[in-house]
């Protein structure tokens, strides 16, 4: 090789040429929300292992209880007549008392609260048909000056009837209660407060009513079941709101069922099932404990620190575990079973945390979960892929497969529908939704007349679905089509995108991310 001196060039051919070869172009992001504002990684956390709700003995279990059962038949019998004596004596006292009475707004007369001594008398032999011939007490009621709201956790059916005999207190109760044959008379008699708690103006009523009754001595005590529903006694659900906004001292009371063979927990067990439970039992054990009284700290407290107050201190004296499961778990579980689902119980979320992240409430929870069995899912609760697609109307494409694979966090290629719940209420409640839904009906064509029709969808989404045919954008348009009259209204798109968050992905535009050719060839000169 020839010496080169500093002059000379380092290559003796004018030019070289340089291919770059590339496998792909660089992939663009992998989440299809991010124009949302959603993060890249979706957070879903784990299941919670505890039913709050699962009744133990839900079914007649060993040698014992069956011959318990049968050896008990005749005693049943004789308690059942002794139930519906005491039941139709007591309705009779309490239509005496509510006779002419029209003032339902001020406490009852003194005369009428006496006639319904002989009810609340009627209340503790029923208690005495169902198998409690004594109650244990721990602690005592504080006086109705001291204390005017009660809470207690919620087991049975047998704790209003308890707290009726005992204390003879106005309850807060659902409006359906009213029509209970008998015990609707009996319930209105305890001037009892109605909430329909789906309803936020009745809830508003109702903790003004509550609040009301608490600041006048003349009325009995407040008692409020804070849990809203009835769990298995060994664990606490999340509390409402509604006796801690006042902010009148309250008593918390704890009731117990000690058991061995019967759980007497309401549960998942059915109102007869239960009471012939209880008749062919030879005695059920029922504990009643009064706490001190929590007062407010000051005026500048919270109804929520408050209440965080209150439930710790029953949960402490429970040594139990309070958990985010509230009402809108049991509508969950109801809408499984109504399913055939095997396991119910994995369906529910802790509504509570659900509510407080994404703010929806748990009608709209039960309408994902509808979606979601619709998908079919297996033995354990996870949906494939391919079922997944069929209820929201898509086909196999590289953007379905990114919205799947986006609430799919254990990457496992099935999801559950707390991960789907999650996924969906994740993008609905991002900043951006709303807008790009508006924005994506304006594209559509909406900003010229008030409706778009199938070609203008079918244009619009094809950027985001390229390999779609036409049958396979027909079948999405139809999703959005509720009335199927060819064309789609703003109220109807929106309303779609509400019900299918996921489905936005398709409207929205995509961040590209430009890259190499594959082979490119690059000269210097």
């Given amino acids: 090789m020839a010496d080169a001196d500093l002059t000379s060039p380092l290559l003796s051919s004018d030019h070289i040429v340089v291919t770059v070869h590339s496998s792909a172009s660089a992939a663009p992001s992998a989440n299809p929300f991010r124009a949302l504002g959603c993060d890249d990684e979706l957070s879903v956390p784990p299941p919670v292992t505890v039913d709050p709700f699962r009744n133990d003995t839900a079914a007649i279990e060993g040698i014992y209880e069956y011959v318990k059962t049968v050896v ?8 059942l007549v002794l139930f519906g004596l005491c039941l139709a004596v007591g309705y009779v006292a309490t239509k005496v008392a509510l006779e002419g009475w029209k003032d339902k707004e001020n406490p009852m007369p003194k005369w009428r609260c006496r006639v319904m001594w002989i009810t609340r008398l009627c209340a503790r032999c029923i208690l005495f048909s169902f198998g409690y011939q004594w109650i244990k007490r721990k602690g005592r009621p504080a006086p109705r000056e001291v204390a005017p709201i009660i809470v207690s956790n919620h087991v049975s059916y047998i704790e209003p009837i308890f707290y009726f005999y005992e204390l003879f207190a106005t309850i807060v109760a659902s409006e359906s209660h009213d029509s209970i044959p008998y015990v609707g008379t009996i319930i209105r008699a305890m001037q009892v407060i109605y909430v329909n708690r789906f309803v936020q ?90 706490l001190p009284v929590i007062s407010p700290l000051d005026d ?24 985010g499961h509230s ?5 969950l579980h109801m809408k499984a079973q109504e399913a055939k689902q095997e396991n119910p119980s994995s369906f529910m979320v802790e ?29 354990s609760g996870r949906v494939q892929y391919h079922d997944f697609l069929r209820v929201l109307r898509l086909k196999a494409c590289p953007q379905s497969a990114k919205i799947f694979a986006f609430i799919d966090v254990e990457k496992s290629g099935t999801i559950t529908f707390r991960q789907f719940l999650y996924g969906s209420a994740h993008v609905m409640t991002q ?17 010229v007349k008030a409706f778009i029709v199938e070609q203008e969808f079918r244009d619009f989404i094809q950027p985001s679905s390229p390999s779609w045919n036409e049958d396979e954008a027909h079948n999405l348009f139809m999703l959005f089509d509720d009335n199927n009259d060819g064309r789609i209204d703003k109220d109807d798109f929106l309303s779609c995108l509400r019900r299918n968050p996921l489905l936005i992905a398709f409207f929205i535009p995509q961040p590209q991310q430009k890259g190499l050719d594959v082979n490119e060839v690059i000269e210097i000169v």
């Avoid at 008990?72 to 308690?79: D, I």
């Fill in 72 to 79: 008990c038949l005749p005693l049943a019998v004789l308690r």
């Fill in 201 to 290: 103006s009745s809830r508003r009523q109702a903790i003004r009513e509550i609040k009301r009754r608490a600041s006048c001595d003349r009325f009995p005590r407040v008692l409020l079941f804070p849990e809203g529903t009835t769990t298995n006694g060994r664990n606490l659900i999340s509390f409402q709101l509604g006796a801690f906004i006042p902010g009148y001292p309250i008593q918390p009371v704890i009731v117990r069922y000690p058991h061995v063979h019967f759980d007497q927990s309401w549960g998942n067990v059915s109102l007869g099932k239960l009471m012939f439970r209880m008749f062919t039992q030879f005695h059920n054990f029922f504990e009643v404990e009064y």
């Fill in 300 to 323: 500048k407290e919270t109804a929520v620190h408050f209440r965080e107050r209150t439930s710790r201190a029953i949960a402490t004296a429970m040594n139990a575990v309070q958990t």
């Fill in 327 to 331: 009402y809108g778990d049991i509508m």
């Fill in 351 to 379: 509504m509570t945390k659900v509510e407080s992240l994404f703010h929806i409430s748990s009608t709209e929870a039960v309408d994902f979960l509808a979606k979601f069995l619709a998908m079919h899912p297996d033995p």
């Fill in 431 to 447: 900043p951006g939704f709303h807008q790009a839904c508006e924005e994506a009906f304006a594209g559509c064509g909406g900003a």
